[in-house]
């Protein structure tokens, strides 16, 4: 595909190496033709580079077969989740959920960016409800002043929560930012 063909989010293949196009600015040059001046991240390590694309050159496009796994359970360093459509189980590191695994509890649905057969990109889902199991106890008045509290919640991870919230309730937290949404 040609440079000016590029969108947010798109895979491509730089040097045999596969990279998610994080964004890209059109630049026009004082006496040379324009460019794409790129930002790419790289899906084996995380990396972040900028590389400068000429208007008319091309750009390896990859294609990514999405498809709808379920998180199964943890092992140490390791999850494991299943293909919906064969299956077929796959062991991921930390790596591959970044720090989306403290919102991971069994029968969570994932969407898995495959390339080759290889599982690249995790998507969990944009928001999950969880229980809290741990959190101080409800202050009088605190619903005026606006005040929060912290949180602990069944999968380990702490959010920061209104103070009428209590041990027991369910709440919707977003894996995005890691923020409260609401009570459930």
Same mark, same amino acid.
């Given at each position: 595909?040609?440079a ?7 895979a *491509?293949?730089?040097d045999?190496k596969?990279?998610? *196009? ?11 033709g ?18 400068r694309? #000429?208007s ?5 496009e990859?294609?990514?077969?999405? #498809?709808?796994f379920?998180y ?7 999850h494991v *989740? ?12 930390d790596?591959?959920?970044g ?13 898995v960016?495959?390339?080759?057969g290889k599982?690249v ?10 229980a809290?199991t741990?959190t101080?106890?409800e *202050?009088?008045?605190?619903t005026?002043?606006?005040? #929060? ?17 209590k041990?027991?309730?369910?709440? #919707?937290?977003d894996?995005r930012?890691g923020?409260y949404?609401?009570?459930v």
């Amino acid at each position: 595909m040609k440079a000016s063909e590029m969108k947010k989010g798109q895979a *491509i293949l730089v040097d045999g190496k596969l990279f998610i *196009i994080v964004d890209y600015e059109h630049v026009k040059l004082g006496k040379g033709g324009a460019i794409y001046q790129t930002k790419i991240k790289s899906l084996t390590d995380g990396l972040i580079q900028n590389i400068r694309i #000429r208007s008319e050159e091309t750009v390896e496009e990859a294609f990514l077969d999405k #498809r709808k796994f379920e998180y199964l359970y943890s092992q140490p360093n390791e999850h494991v *989740i299943m293909d919906l459509e064969n299956y077929d189980q796959v062991t991921l590191d930390d790596d591959a959920f970044g720090d989306g695994t403290k919102y991971l509890k069994p029968n969570t649905e994932l969407q898995v960016s495959m390339y080759n057969g290889k599982p690249v990109v995790v998507t969990l889902p944009t928001t999950v409800d969880l229980a809290v199991t741990d959190t101080p106890p409800e *202050i009088k008045g605190a619903t005026a002043t606006g005040q #929060r509290k912290t949180a602990t919640l069944e999968t380990g991870a702490t959010v920061s929560v209104p103070a009428f919230v209590k041990i027991g309730d369910v709440v #919707r937290v977003d894996t995005r930012t890691g923020e409260y949404v609401t009570r459930v």
